[in-house]
């Protein structure tokens, strides 16, 4: 294992922010201890760590938008809070009778429309009425008018 | 027991700023601190008495997980031609030599990290919550906290030496 590996290893080592933020019980708080005196490699590891922890705690405490907290406190406020609450189980109820009204509405369709497409026109019982109708009567044009009120009322 | 008006009040300002923190913007903050009321609202008449703030860092932290399973579950969207329209400015040089600049580019180093490793890093950094309590926000065993916050120190100070704020 060359030096850059063993610094890498040590780098990882999570034991290293444990130190920092003393969460080590004080045996592995020695230990480590130990370590960062006797090696450069573990002291750097540990400024390294160190470095990047301080900048993020050194981040100033960001400021919410003017006026943002005092609007959600303010008394009229505080019962909108409560409204939004309020809106949104209701949002979740009529959600829920929505899909139910969806489903059923589906389910209408799927037994509904195949029936209203299966009914066409009898064609072959019409063409045969017909041919009697003009052989009785012997006017094939008259005879037409039943078998075009059955095929619209097919459609 | 603290009413929910003095919990918004007296602690509006510390939820803000892990929301923040947490999300990187000002809207997202923003709708994260008022998802987050709404919970302790509801849940304040089971609270007890300890930490007020690490409850509230709990709260929020759940709403930020939410908020990010919900994001997961949503199609994503193709960029549109022009990604100026999607993309922030980058900070100018001149910008970035200040506090506020160099606070700006902290922040977006730590948006870049994955939310696991971001949440542990701001629940301690931040928030500063204990690995225990903060095992117990995410459900995970103290080991993992601690691993997952080492690494996103080490991934936080590789993206700070790429952006040259860290040597």
């Known amino acids: 294992m060359n030096d850059d590996q063993t610094s890498d290893s040590i780098a990882d080592d999570a034991r290293i922010s444990a130190w920092l933020d003393g969460e080590l019980d004080p045996p592995a708080r020695a230990e480590l201890e130990a370590r960062f005196a006797a090696e450069p490699a573990w002291s750097r590891a540990r400024d390294e760590t160190a470095s990047v ?49 969806a489903v059923a509405a589906a389910l209408l369709i799927a037994v509904v429309v195949p029936d209203l497409t299966r009914a066409k026109p009898a064609l072959a019982t019409d063409v045969r009425l017909h041919q009697a109708g003009v052989a009785a009567s012997g006017d094939p044009v008259s005879g037409l008018a039943p078998l075009g009120a059955s095929m619209r009322l097919g459609r | 027991m603290p009413t929910w008006e003095e919990v918004a009040r007296d602690h509006g300002r510390f939820l803000y700023n892990v929301a923040y923190r947490l999300t990187g913007n000002v809207e ?45 579950r949503r199609p994503v969207h193709a960029l549109p031609e022009n990604p100026d329209l999607v993309l922030p400015p980058s900070i100018a040089a001149d910008k970035a030599s200040d506090a506020a600049g160099l606070s700006t580019e902290i922040q977006e180093a730590i948006n870049s990290l994955p939310e696991e490793f971001r949440i542990p890093l701001v629940l301690c950094d931040v928030a500063d919550q204990s690995y225990e309590h903060i095992a117990t926000t995410l459900g995970v065993p ?6 997952r916050l080492h690494r996103g120190r080490k991934l936080l100070r590789a993206e700070l030496s790429t952006r040259g704020v860290l040597a």
Not at chain 1, 64 to 93: H, K, N, Q, W, Y
Not at chain 2, 39 to 66: C, H, K, M, Q
């Open chain 1, 53 to 101: 922890r301080d900048l993020v705690r050194a981040l100033e405490v960001v400021e919410p938008p003017a006026g943002f907290l005092e609007s959600l406190v303010a008394p009229d406020v505080g019962a909108s809070v409560v409204d939004i609450d309020s809106a949104r189980r209701r949002t979740r109820r009529s959600t829920g009778v929505m899909t139910i009204l």
């Open chain 2, 28 to 72: 997202d903050a923003r709708d994260l601190v008022q998802e987050s009321l709404l919970r302790v609202r509801r849940g304040l008449a089971t609270y007890e008495p300890g930490s007020l703030e690490g409850w509230l860092a709990r709260i929020v932290t759940n709403v930020f997980l939410d908020e990010m399973r919900k994001k997961q």
């Open chain 2, 142 to 147: 103290i080991g993992t906290v601690r691993s």
